[in-house]
């Protein structure tokens, strides 16, 4: 009597059909490749959710040996031979989907030959056909070994019938190339928009505000050709904007969102006007610092005050390094963070900053929580902070500062220097209901410094008896 050691081999091909439906195209393949009958049979096209990235093909970790002793040439021909492997056997897979519809599609691939134009488009129209609910394009170099420069001028445009057979897309995310038509009338259904490095116009953000009433997630990175990012349709529902590193935004970002909830940005300093902005609970912002420019109150003004009800609130070092230091002096900032309950500091802790992170803690008196990451440090020679008449010695001594409802402080990054000593030793001093402390240290921190700095921290007088220290 023979006993089937393969339990597998009895399942019905329905049975495991259905099982491949809920799985990820890499896994139902890995699965059909288990068994020759499957695989002969392309049991894995049943997938409905398919997602496949070029770098996959080109054996990164073989790459990464070439180029690392000097074979440029060998590099560039395997990536070559993978490219060519990834569109072959996606162009194939694509055309034999057996699945009716599919929850998702995405794909990564560098387009460096006109020739692909005609087998890109009838993927696109397939999936589409097969009501596909998440689309992704992604045309960039997701090499990690070496990687090909951006193209401004992308040679991939979306066809028309794209705009026109787009009912069934609710997530939609496109990278590196042309919008083409740029008419989203049929995206009926859409919730979720991320546009990267794609030219787009002031108009065209219009357009996608008008026609996508469902619409709860913009974003827009890097992102080129743009005047202007105007919102002001009061009845979009939508709830997250992110606008991160687009050019050149020279009339700055105009919003009429009552229902938006999260706002990121990050870029140059661009002109702020916010209305109704009554449902906004956390703003990230990341400035880029512009060393020719001398920032004033004003400027600080149009940053921060149009965030004034956030309760999450992260900024990073650049916007820290230009908050004018008489704030300090003339006991009444010009913004307030009356509802802000959780404030992150991404921060280098160079000297001028210390007076711009107290800045930002008198503004927020009712802040429970504090998140301060050393690790972003961003050196700026060639800038020249405004005048700071106290030491840094004395900006911790100064009396009147009180943190009254702070509980919590994380750092990350801890080395064990004089000005992060320095401020949570005022923060120990100060915060009359802190309850924990964690400190994080640096990998590379050195272990001297920072046994120096732990037993002064220790040492420290503090305004709450429940204080509890913890260090990892």
């Known amino acids: ?150 193209l401004r001028n992308p040679q991939y445009v979306l066809p028309h019938f794209f705009y026109q057979q787009g009912m069934s897309v609710r997530i939609l995310n496109i990278n590196s190339c042309g919008l083409g038509l740029c008419n989203f009338v049929n995206f009926i259904q859409l919730t979720s928009l991320a546009l990267t490095r794609v030219r787009l116009f002031w108009a065209e953000i219009e357009n996608i505000a008008h026609n996508c009433p469902f619409l709860e997630t913009l974003s827009l990175v890097e992102c080129y050709r743009i005047v202007k990012v105007e919102i002001t349709l009061r009845t979009l529902g939508l709830r997250k904007l992110i606008v991160r590193h687009c050019q050149s935004l020279s009339l700055g970002i105009e919003l009429w969102l009552p229902r938006l909830q999260y706002f990121e940005y990050a870029g140059k300093m661009v002109p702020f006007n916010m209305r109704g902005m009554d449902d906004l609970e956390e703003v990230v912002l990341d400035y880029r610092l512009d060393t020719r420019y001398s920032y004033n109150s004003e400027d600080i003004k149009s940053l921060f005050n149009p965030f004034a009800d956030a309760r999450i609130l992260q900024v990073s070092t650049s916007a820290l390094k230009i908050i004018p230091t008489e704030y300090l002096f003339f006991g009444q900032p010009l913004f307030k963070f009356w509802q802000l309950e959780h404030l992150t500091l991404k921060t280098g802790l160079e000297h001028f900053e210390l007076a711009s ?7 927020s008196p009712y802040i429970t929580t504090l998140s301060i990451s050393t690790g972003a440090i ?95």
């Open 1 to 150: 009597m023979t006993t089937n050691t393969d339990p597998l081999s009895d399942f019905h091909d329905d049975l495991i059909i259905m099982i491949i439906t809920f799985l990820p195209f890499i896994d139902a393949y890995r699965l059909c490749m288990s068994k020759k009958k499957w695989y002969d049979r392309s049991l894995w096209l049943h997938c409905r959710s398919f997602e496949l990235h070029e770098a996959s093909f080109m054996l990164p970790d073989s790459r990464q040996y070439w180029f690392s002793i000097g074979r440029r040439t060998k590099v560039m021909y395997m990536k070559r031979i993978g490219r060519l492997k990834y569109f072959h056997f996606v162009n194939r897979a694509v055309r034999r989907l057996a699945s009716e519809f599919l929850t998702k599609f995405s794909f990564r691939l560098y387009y460096s030959s006109n020739s692909y134009h005609q087998n890109i488009d009838k993927w696109i129209e397939i999936v589409l056909k097969k009501s596909v609910q998440e689309l992704s394009l992604d045309f960039s170099d997701g090499d990690p070994v070496e990687p090909q420069p951006m």
């Open 357 to 363: 992170i107290i800045c930002l803690l008198i503004c």
């Open 378 to 472: 961003m050196h700026t020679p060639d800038f020249r902070p405004n005048y700071f008449p106290l030491s840094p010695g004395e900006i911790w001594t100064t009396d009147g500062w009180i943190l009254d409802h702070l509980e919590c402080v994380q750092i990350e990054g801890f080395t064990g220097n004089t000005c992060e000593t320095d401020l949570v030793n005022f923060m120990l001093r100060n915060s009359r209901s802190i309850k924990e402390l964690n400190i994080k240290q640096l990998v590379r921190a050195t272990s001297s410094v920072t046994s120096e700095a732990f037993k002064e921290i220790n040492k420290a007088a503090v305004a709450s008896e429940a204080v509890v220290i913890n260090w990892s």
